[in-house]
């Protein structure tokens, strides 16, 4: 679960089965902003502050704990392989 607390709107970016979704994170309800959000398991994930601007200050609680054993950094590659129609923010959102 992500908790927004000050600063600029983020950007959370979900990719599974059914394509890309796009949550914002912050405090302004009236703009379809969310004080907190659920992150599904088993999907991939990315954020950034929306609209480049300023900072964001955000935490996480992860439930079950959180195990680096069970971490997997994307794949460029492969989510381009699965996910062809949304190259663009796969591009921006991943290093290899």
Aim: charged share 25%.
């Amino acid at each position: 679960m992500w908790f927004f607390h000050e600063g600029a709107p983020i950007e959370l970016f979900i990719l599974d089965s059914d394509g890309l979704k796009t949550l914002v994170l912050g405090k302004n309800p009236d703009k379809g902003e969310s004080l907190q959000l659920t992150i599904p398991a088993n999907v991939w994930f990315a954020s950034r502050v929306k609209d480049y601007k300023g900072f964001g200050l955000v935490s996480c609680t992860v439930a079950p704990g959180f195990s680096f054993e069970d971490f997997e950094m994307a794949n460029k590659v492969l989510l381009l392989t699965k996910f062809p129609n949304e190259k663009l923010i796969i591009e921006e959102m991943t290093l290899r």
